[in-house]
């Protein structure tokens, strides 16, 4: 699960995190903000009842997880921290999760995007989450200004060029309000969970909820981890990068005028999706990175 709880010592978020991890059975928990110093990390470990802790050196983020994972920092800053993961239902013990706590101007997110891009595992699976600062379309924000896309541009870059596709979420869209009302009130989109395609390759798949704020103005998101232990196909997923890129279109047009046997109209359609999709995946193998 990840929070950011604006406050770990208060005794209403202490309260509601003791009963989400109850309810949950939360096994590891990533939080920030906690306006504490480091050193009292540990106390708060031990009333969480978590085996172990792990945090970045300015100590923004606490990362607790329980004796049955096993966990090493393998890149920080002061706005994110990166842990290696292993646990026993992981296939081959090669997760990297990194959680982000980002600052609010851009010049401090755009050193954060390449703190984090170099943790990047490659084709080994990763996890990216936390408090981002900043959405990517305008639907992700209601109240204030209208939203312009300059202040998602270098935010949506980073997602291209780390290859990470959203999970999606359960629940309320907004995860984040300014604890106003009417319309002085704003609520966005702030905190979410991508993945990169190694944790489909892996046969990792997560579900993300976001719960009641209360009493942070952010909502804990718990983080629902599975693994799929059969050999079934990977799904194919369409990346919207592709449709940036000037020569997708021709990828696309060189595919499909392919002429196929003659067959019926409807076997001739999935014969041509197959066949796209091959050519899809080898132009961005090729091309933009090997992501599948």
């Given at each position: ?47 969480l009842k978590f ?95 209208p939203f312009t ?144």
């Amino acid at each position: 699960m990840f929070w950011n709880v604006r406050g770990v010592s208060k005794a209403p978020t202490v309260r509601r995190l003791k009963k989400l991890i109850q309810i949950h059975k939360i096994q590891f928990l990533a939080i920030c903000e906690s306006c504490l110093e480091v050193g009292r990390a540990e106390r708060y470990r031990c009333r969480l009842k978590f085996h172990s802790l792990l945090h970045n050196s300015m100590g923004t983020i606490w990362f607790f997880f329980q004796e049955n994972f096993s966990g090493s920092i393998i890149g920080e800053s002061p706005q994110h921290v990166s842990i290696r993961l292993s646990h026993d239902h992981i296939p081959g013990s090669r997760v990297v999760v990194s959680f982000v706590h980002a600052r609010c101007t851009a010049d401090e997110r755009i050193e954060l995007w390449a703190d984090v891009l170099r943790d990047n595992p490659g084709p080994d699976a990763w996890l990216v989450g936390g408090d981002f600062t900043v959405i990517l379309e305008a639907d992700e924000k209601r109240g204030e200004w209208p939203f312009t896309s300059a202040e998602a541009m270098d935010f949506g870059h980073f997602i291209g060029e780390a290859n990470l596709t959203d999970v999606g979420f359960v629940g309320a869209q907004f995860t984040w309000c300014n604890n106003r009302h009417g319309e002085a009130q704003i609520l966005k989109w702030l905190d979410r969970v991508s993945v990169n395609e190694g944790c489909y390759d892996a046969g990792i798949s997560l579900s993300v909820s976001h719960l009641a704020r209360e009493p942070s103005d952010h909502a804990p998101l718990p983080i629902s981890v599975s693994t799929r232990v059969d050999n079934k196909p990977r799904p194919f997923r369409f990346l919207n990068v592709w449709a940036e890129r000037d020569d997708f279109l021709n990828v696309v047009r060189k595919s499909w005028g392919q002429l196929c046997l003659e067959s019926s109209p409807m076997h001739t359609l999935c014969l041509k999706l197959k066949r796209l999709k091959g050519a899809n995946r080898a132009w961005n193998k090729e091309v933009v990175g090997d992501i599948f």
